[in-house]
């Protein structure tokens, strides 16, 4: 059950609905930079 609760709130993030909307050949570094910044955020939740 928990697992459900946060892959729904993934999936409903408002930040992903807005960067989708935006054209994505127009700046591929920011999209690496956000997953970065996810993972690294990822990491310390686990390490904390």
């Not at 992903?16 to 996810?38: C, E, G, H, M, Y």
């Amino acid at each position: 059950m928990k697992r459900r609760k946060a892959e729904r709130r993934k999936k409903g993030g408002g930040r992903r609905k807005a960067q989708r909307t935006r054209p994505r050949k127009s700046s591929p570094l920011a999209d690496s930079i956000l997953q970065i910044s996810v993972r690294v955020k990822r990491r310390r939740r686990r390490v904390w």
